[in-house]
């Protein structure tokens, strides 16, 4: 059985971050998301979860605009891998699930439906120690999530308990999840 992990400052930073993040995206909470990235438009990249790139903090502001009054996100079921730090730069790396209900605006956004939807996900995520402004505060400047086949198929050359259902969402072979605690947003 694998000890329980203690995490450097750094590490724990990182993970707060990252917290934040995902519990931001819970009913698009745009002040919260604007927390975890670097100021300026020429620092943040983001392959989003949508398939297109998003730059800066304004555009991922934009689309998060646009989700506000098209979707409605669900707190995300997240289990982070990896959690590393060396120097000034560091990395997450986690899987999950992400319960979206998408409806339609108003304003006719142009969406021809309705319907609630649990996206599994995979997502890595940059860190540096700098703000956008060359402050020393930690920042994501890169994020990058793509959709995850069904749980219970066997991976490409491998056998039905590599499976994500037998290996456990956030597990690895050599390691458990780290499991994030929301309780700090009920305050």
Same mark, same amino acid.
């Given at each position: 059985?694998?000890?329980?992990?203690?995490?450097?400052?750094?590490?724990?930073?990182?993970?707060?971050?990252?917290?934040?993040?995902?519990?931001?995206?819970?009913?698009?909470?745009?002040?919260?998301?604007?927390?975890?990235?670097?100021?300026?438009? &020429?620092?943040?990249?983001?392959?989003?979860?949508?398939? $297109?790139?998003? $730059?800066?903090?304004?555009?991922?502001?934009?689309?998060?605009?646009?989700?506000?009054?098209?979707?409605?996100?669900?707190?995300?079921?997240?289990?982070?891998?990896?959690? &590393?730090?060396?120097?000034?730069?560091?990395?997450?790396?986690?899987?999950?699930? $992400?319960?979206?209900?998408?409806?339609?605006?108003?304003?006719?956004?142009? $969406?021809?439906?309705?319907?609630?939807?649990?996206?599994?996900?995979?997502?890595?995520?940059?860190?540096?120690?700098?703000?956008?402004?060359?402050?020393?505060?930690?920042?994501?400047?890169?994020?990058?999530?793509?959709?995850?086949?069904?749980?219970?198929?066997?991976?490409?050359?491998?056998?039905?308990?590599?499976?994500?259902?037998?290996?456990?969402?956030?597990?690895?072979?050599?390691?458990?999840?780290?499991?994030?605690?929301?309780?700090?947003?009920?305050?």
């Amino acid at each position: 059985m694998t000890e329980a992990r203690t995490f450097t400052a750094d590490e724990q930073t990182l993970l707060d971050l990252h917290r934040d993040w995902y519990y931001s995206n819970y009913n698009v909470n745009i002040p919260l998301m604007r927390t975890v990235f670097p100021k300026g438009d &020429e620092s943040y990249i983001m392959y989003n979860l949508n398939g $297109f790139p998003y $730059f800066g903090l304004e555009e991922l502001d934009a689309l998060w605009r646009f989700y506000a009054q098209t979707q409605n996100f669900g707190l995300a079921v997240d289990k982070v891998m990896r959690v &590393e730090v060396s120097g000034d730069l560091g990395y997450v790396i986690s899987e999950g699930i $992400f319960p979206v209900e998408v409806f339609k605006a108003a304003d006719d956004n142009g $969406f021809d439906g309705t319907g609630k939807v649990e996206i599994r996900f995979r997502a890595t995520e940059i860190y540096k120690r700098d703000d956008g402004e060359g402050n020393p505060t930690w920042s994501m400047w890169h994020f990058h999530c793509s959709p995850v086949p069904d749980g219970d198929k066997t991976p490409i050359s491998k056998t039905p308990a590599d499976s994500a259902d037998n290996r456990g969402l956030g597990n690895t072979p050599y390691s458990k999840a780290i499991e994030l605690d929301y309780s700090v947003y009920d305050k």
